[in-house]
């Protein structure tokens, strides 16, 4: 299977897939880190920090070099993994105070997408509520002096807030009773928190998302809306998969009530590709997903630091898929919210292409 870069482009994404996707613990380390130069770590460790997994990546690193004896080089991932557990250690601490402050007001909420990439972390803290968006915005504002940032259009269709913390690098963007990038998704929205589960982290509880609804999010956002992978994304679902937690009925019929499953099938296509390309062997995937996934891995391409997937037409006949199966089922208000998405997408462009910035529009 082949994964084409982007002409012009050079893509050092093999190095971090190498690493952790091996067929063992520590094959393929040493001859893809021996005698790195400062240039190229730093470039692997902001590659491994866009893509949020500069934590087990670097772990391993500084382990190997530990092991032969290269103390400059371990030094160097001894620093990055510092600055970037201190990073993770404050933001936990505010996400959990967070989550106990509405907990204690009688509307929990969950964390989505944030934990998935445990013991890395994102670059914004994903919350969850069914509470009214006033009641969210006052808690926010009095319990953590937090400010309201501004709202583009797809925050509003969305339905959801980002709140900037003082002292909080990462903002918190809470998620009000809608999901998906036009708010269309209400059907799993209403059934996410009776189906969330606890997890422990870092000796906090955390209220969090069912495997399905976990791979469900994570389809919406990388297939419907940004129309690439991190990483993270290949390496948690491997993870999530290897884990037994995956409930491949449930997320089918899920998944099809939501009008996406062909989604989650070709999501999880371009994760089994992926790791059967750097470590021999995909994960595990009943026939149901790969009969129903519209393509696989071999359409990834990698460019400006993530994995690509095409718009024009693999994706562009997902969103085709969803749309129809709304109207086929009579779900006006969310097929209106959902026909939105490429007048979107094109402001959004035009945007971008005009302005340098899509600020105000996605």
């Not at 670097?58 to 371990?74: E, P």
């Not at 998969?241 to 999880?268: F, H, K, M, N």
């Amino acid at each position: 299977m082949s994964m084409p870069t982007a002409p012009g482009t050079a893509n050092p994404m093999p190095v971090l897939s190498r690493l952790l996707l091996p067929r063992r613990k520590a094959d393929g380390v040493q001859e893809q880190i021996a005698n790195i130069s400062r240039e190229k770590f730093d470039e692997v460790v902001n590659l491994a920090q866009l893509n949020h997994v500069i934590i087990r990546a670097l772990t391993i690193v500084h382990s190997h070099m530990r092991d032969v004896g290269d103390d400059m080089r371990a030094e160097w991932a001894s620093a990055a993994l510092a600055a970037e557990q201190e990073r993770i250690k404050n933001a936990v601490l505010v996400l959990h105070a967070i989550c106990e402050a509405f907990e204690a007001s009688g509307s929990p909420v969950t964390v989505i997408k944030s934990l998935d990439h445990w013991p890395d972390l994102g670059s914004d803290l994903d919350l969850f509520s069914h509470a009214a968006s006033e009641e969210i915005i006052q808690l926010m504002k009095e319990r953590f002096h937090a400010e309201l940032a501004p709202r583009s259009w797809g925050d509003r269709l969305a339905n959801k807030w980002n709140f900037l913390i003082p002292g909080l690098p990462e903002p918190i963007e809470i998620h009000v009773r809608r999901l998906g990038q036009t708010g269309e998704q209400a059907t799993i929205a209403t059934s996410l928190p009776a189906r969330s589960r606890l997890v422990q982290i870092e000796g906090q509880t955390f209220r969090v998302t069912s495997p399905s609804d976990r791979l469900m999010i994570s389809t919406l956002q990388r297939m419907y809306r940004h129309f690439f992978f991190r990483l993270c994304d290949i390496i948690d679902t491997v993870e999530l998969s290897e884990s037994g937690a995956i409930d491949y009925e449930d997320l089918r019929r899920t998944a099809t009530t939501a009008g996406i499953w062909e989604g989650v099938a070709t999501y999880l296509a371009i994760v089994s590709d992926y790791a059967e390309k750097y470590r021999g062997v995909g994960i595990r995937l009943p026939q149901s997903v790969r009969a129903s996934a519209r393509f696989g891995g071999e359409q990834l391409f990698f460019r400006q630091d993530f994995l690509r997937v095409p718009i024009m037409p693999q994706s562009a006949s997902l969103y085709g898929l969803q749309l129809s199966d709304l109207l086929r089922k009579r779900q006006l208000q969310r097929s209106a919210r959902l026909s939105l998405l490429p007048w979107l997408a094109t402001a959004a462009a035009v945007g971008q292409k005009i302005t340098g910035s899509d600020k105000g529009i996605w």
